[in-house]
């Protein structure tokens, strides 16, 4: 079977086909021949398959096609939970679609909200937004209407429907006609099936990717046992030894926090491990642009918080480390499937201090798999411990945390206000919020003795 035939059992047209060889592509993935079909039939679609498994193409490709045989703007709206997603999946629109002149944009946070504007007034195919912005975009302008699109597609449905964007997502729901088709896709749809089908409610074309395990099995999954205060020298030891195998392939460090991010980032760069940070306390240009560096390879390691666990898909990714194991555990798949992608190898390392062997049985649990342990050279840990200790602690002075946490508040007061809350008072409730945890926290660690004041209470 030639490519061309192949691809044309989907009945796309002749340029799409075309465009899908020029781009490599050979031969479709299996969440693509499902669901392809069943989405040119007009039926709404839930697709659930492994992270890399091509899930991007199995929406875009129906999508064009319905789109040159009545082409219009607004035709189709994507919603995905991060930013950096939104321009990938923007970016593969446009290769896609050059040869009909599609016209798309990017409706995201951080972004110049009038030149967005603009550009929703004049009537693009297709709009890949998250849901805060399009949302501010819908209340504070009448330029430009979702009322007759055609596709609604949520990338990474589960995510977008977990309860952190409930509000804005309402709201985009609100500006949609009923008729419409609903496309969802994600590697764990599963825990969030029976709100998808509510949203649906018409007949749904469910394809979940038969397997036991939810990670790709290319993926190679270790964890390192390490001390927690030494965690650091672990990491980098880490980093070191595979390095003396592996010079070139890309790496992406996971931490749970944007201020770990960022202090790591600053510490393995004092060390000699060039890299880029990508977290939410960064402007939207610099997220944009420590990306751009890490997909050209000018440095080859990014440091990240879970903004960056979503969707992305770069190739040269060979390794993922989590430096700290995830808090919920399906987000571990999403992070390890940066790596192992279409079909490639790849190796995941999860750093676990004893406080963290419940969570790696949580993660073990989902995924139903176990991950094996290895040991990186003690020894050289022991050597290179106070240097990375020093730099660390050098890195938080430089941060300037007043700086950081100012900017920190400064988001979450932006956010208070869209929700209609005051600042002042959420800002004093979250104050004494952390005040209590801070004393809970203190008095555990000293036994109690010393809060008891006078009184007698504590
Ligand atoms: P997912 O959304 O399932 O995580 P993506 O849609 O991001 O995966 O695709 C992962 C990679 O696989 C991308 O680089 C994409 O270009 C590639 N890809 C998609 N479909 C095919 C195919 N049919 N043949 C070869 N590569 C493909
Ligand atoms: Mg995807």
């Given at each position: 079977m030639s490519d061309k035939e192949f691809f044309n059992k989907f009945n796309l047209n002749d340029w799409i086909i075309k465009q899908c060889s020029s781009i490599g592509l050979k031969i479709a993935t299996p969440i693509q021949s499902n669901c392809i079909p069943e989405i040119l039939k007009g039926k709404d679609c839930i697709g659930a398959a492994k992270t890399?498994?091509?899930?991007?193409?199995?929406?875009?490709?129906?999508?064009?096609?319905?789109?040159?045989?009545?082409?219009?703007?607004?035709?189709?709206?994507?919603?995905?939970?991060?930013?950096?997603?939104?321009?990938?999946?923007?970016?593969?629109?446009?290769?896609?679609?050059?040869?009909?002149?599609?016209?798309?944009?990017?409706?995201?946070?951080?972004?110049?909200?009038?030149?967005q504007g603009i550009k929703l007034s004049k009537h693009p195919h297709i709009v890949v937004a998250t849901p805060g912005r399009l949302a501010d975009h819908l209340e504070s302008c009448n330029t430009f209407t979702l009322s007759r699109i055609k596709f609604l597609v949520l990338d990474e449905a589960d995510r977008l429907l977990s309860g952190q964007f409930d509000k804005q997502i309402k709201l985009i729901f609100n500006n949609l006609p009923k008729i419409r088709q609903n496309l969802f896709f994600s590697a764990t749809i599963t825990d969030t099936l029976e709100q998808l089908k509510e949203v649906t409610g018409k007949e749904v074309f469910l394809y979940e990717t038969p397997s036991e395990i939810a990670t790709v099995e290319q993926l190679e999954?270790?964890?390192?046992?390490?001390?927690?205060?030494?965690?650091?020298?672990?990491?980098?030891?880490?980093?070191?030894?595979?390095?003396?195998?592996?010079?070139?392939?890309?790496?992406?460090?996971?931490?749970?926090t944007c201020k770990d991010c960022q202090i790591l980032s600053m510490t393995l760069n004092e060390v000699g491990f060039e890299n880029v940070a990508l977290h939410a306390m960064i402007t939207q240009l610099q997220r944009l642009a420590a990306l751009t560096r890490f997909k050209s390879n000018t440095v080859t390691i990014l440091l990240a918080t879970d903004v960056a666990s979503r969707g992305l898909d770069i190739p040269t990714v060979e390794l993922v480390i989590n430096h700290t194991i995830p808090k919920v555990p399906k987000e571990y798949i999403h992070r390890v499937g940066r790596t192992a992608r279409a079909g490639r190898g790849g190796k995941a390392i999860t750093l676990i201090t004893p406080y963290d062997i419940k969570m790696l049985q949580a993660v073990e649990k989902e995924i139903n798999i176990k991950l094996t342990e290895i040991k990186v050279d003690d020894n050289?840990?022991?050597?290179?411990?106070?240097?990375?200790?020093?730099?660390?602690?050098?890195?938080?002075?430089?941060?300037?945390?007043?700086?950081?946490?100012?900017?920190?508040?400064?988001?979450?007061?932006?956010?208070?206000?869209?929700?209609?809350?005051?600042?002042?008072?959420?800002?004093?409730?979250?104050?004494?919020?952390?005040?209590?945890?801070?004393?809970?926290?203190?008095?555990?660690?000293?036994?109690?003795?010393?809060?008891?004041?006078?009184?007698?209470?504590?």
């Open positions: 890399g498994s091509g899930k991007t193409l199995a929406f875009t490709l129906p999508i064009l096609q319905k789109l040159c045989e009545d082409p219009y703007g607004i035709f189709a709206l994507i919603l995905t939970p991060t930013r950096e997603l939104a321009y990938q999946i923007a970016d593969q629109f446009a290769v896609l679609g050059k040869p009909i002149n599609l016209k798309h944009c990017v409706i995201v946070g951080g972004m110049d909200m009038v030149e999954q270790n964890y390192i046992l390490c001390p927690k205060d030494v965690k650091d020298a672990y990491l980098v030891q880490a980093i070191r030894e595979y390095r003396t195998k592996n010079q070139k392939g890309n790496i992406i460090i996971f931490t749970n050289e840990v022991s050597q290179i411990f106070t240097q990375i200790s020093v730099t660390k602690s050098e890195a938080h002075i430089k941060l300037d945390e007043d700086d950081f946490y100012e900017k920190k508040l400064i988001n979450k007061r932006k956010k208070w206000i869209l929700e209609g809350l005051d600042p002042d008072e959420e800002e004093s409730k979250m104050l004494k919020r952390s005040r209590k945890k801070n004393t809970k926290k203190l008095k555990k660690k000293y036994n109690n003795k010393l809060f008891i004041s006078n009184d007698g209470n504590s």
